[in-house]
């Protein structure tokens, strides 16, 4: 839903979801030939990214910073979700949430010069993600953002995914730049209303008495 609410930003050029992380083993061949395990290279995808689509054609580069690229964007879940507070007889749960919206900036290829132009930018994903933002299905109601922090300026908040090693560092230096904010808010489940769920093929089908 945050999402959405960006996607009229047509400046973010790459901007996704809740990513999760994608791993990949290092491996280095031993004097006899054995594969020996050194680290591992971890990448922010799409949820729905099957394993064939990230390493075999190369989705696991979607949201890494790219000097053909005007500006990558993409949400962190840091802070999982709780239950606040119960209302209503135990019928409507309150609860929080918290994430982490994380952005790169190629500033050559917007165009600009300004290397403090992410100060003009950020205000307007706040504007986007601040506030009430109603319904947003019929499990999830009264989503809303109540604070959004500026995380410090430095390339760990990119941690712990591989770009951020100090080795890619060029990726943080003009004509790049990026910045982190920390999303938190609240929305209710109301447990008297959840629709059926039905998954395909979970019918069952009774045996005749």
Partial sequence: MLRDKLATLTWLERLGGVVVNAVK???????????????????PVACDTTDADCWNN????FFMPDSS?????????TGGVSVQSVQESNSRLRMAFELQFLCWLNLKKLGLT??????????????????EHG?????????????IRQMPKTPSIFQPYT???????????????????????TFDVNVACLPTLTLPGSEIECLPE
């Fill in 163 to 185: 770009f951020a090693e100090a080795e890619k560092r060029g990726l943080f230096l003009y004509p790049y730049d990026y910045f982190g904010l920390v999303i938190s808010g």
């Fill in 135 to 147: 319904e947003v299905q019929d499990v999830y109601q009264q989503v809303s953002v109540s604070r």
């Fill in 114 to 131: 300004d290397c403090e132009w992410t100060g003009v930018a950020i205000p307007y994903v706040v504007s986007k993600l601040w506030g």
């Fill in 25 to 43: 083993p290092k491996y280095v061949t031993g004097a006899d030939g054995a594969q020996i395990k050194t680290g591992e290279e971890v990448y």
């Fill in 58 to 61: 190369g989705k696991y580069k």
């Fill in 69 to 77: 690229v005007s500006a990558v964007g993409f949400f962190k879940d």
